[in-house]
Each structure stands twice: as C-alpha cells, then as structure tokens.
C-alpha cells in the first residue's frame, strides 16, 4: 500500500527555519516525483515546490524561491523540504504528494498528484 508520512512542521518564529520529510512506503521513490503543497483555511492548497525523479530538477513558487529548497533521497525513500527564512505567510498544513513517472518538468498543480500524505501544520509566528 503506497503511503507517505510528513514530519517535521512545528512552531518557529519569524526569520526561522524548519526542514519537513516525506517518507515514502510501499513503492518505489525512484519512479515518483513529489510535489509539496501547503494549505491555509478557507484556501485551495497551494503548491510550493516539487522534484522529478531526475533529482536535479526541481520548481519552487516564486514566493518561496531562494528560500524553500526541496531534495531526495532515494535510498532512504525520503523527500526534504529545507524552509529558511520563514515567514508569517508561510504558515499552514504542508502536505506532500507523489506522482509516477516525472522524469523532469514537475508541475505544481494538485490534481496531477494522486497520492497525499495526512499533513504536517507550521506555524510561524512571534
């Protein structure tokens, strides 16, 4: 059964930092390429970076570029998101997502994605 745990959100002030997992099981990493998503009540998530399986090929949201950086590790089926700088506006429930087959070109559209993990709330905040 293909599933994929965050960890990692928490409490941390403005101008912090936080690094969130996606740990993969019951599939191959190798094949997917992972999306992170964030969402805010009362909002549609919104997607914050991704990683195709070619792992020198990432997108991030413009909001969030030079700050957020996204990488894998295929062998220990894990997918990171490295947040500095954080913001009050980055605050929310972060969720990862797996699709199969993007070599390159992943895109940060929520419907490509058909796997998603339970979340993982950030809030950022003095």
């Known amino acids: 059964q293909l599933q994929l745990v965050e960890s990692g959100g928490g409490f941390v002030q403005p101008g912090g930092s936080l690094t969130l997992s996606c740990t993969a099981s019951?599939?191959?990493?190798?094949?997917?390429?992972i999306g992170w998503f964030r969402q805010v009540p009362g909002k549609e998530r919104a997607g914050i970076s991704c990683i195709s399986t070619s792992n020198g090929d990432t997108r991030y949201a413009d909001s969030v570029k030079g700050r957020f950086t996204i990488s894998r590790d295929n062998a220990k089926t894990t997918v990171y998101l490295q947040m500095n700088s954080l913001e009050p506006e980055d605050a929310g429930v972060y969720y990862c997502?797996?699709?199969?087959?993007?070599?390159?070109?992943?895109?940060?559209?929520?419907?490509?994605?058909?796997?998603w993990g339970q979340g993982t709330q950030v809030t950022v905040s003095s």
């Open positions: 019951g599939f191959i990493l190798d094949y997917y390429a």
């Open positions: 997502a797996a699709v199969p087959g993007v070599v390159s070109g992943c895109i940060l559209g929520e419907y490509e994605y058909g796997h």
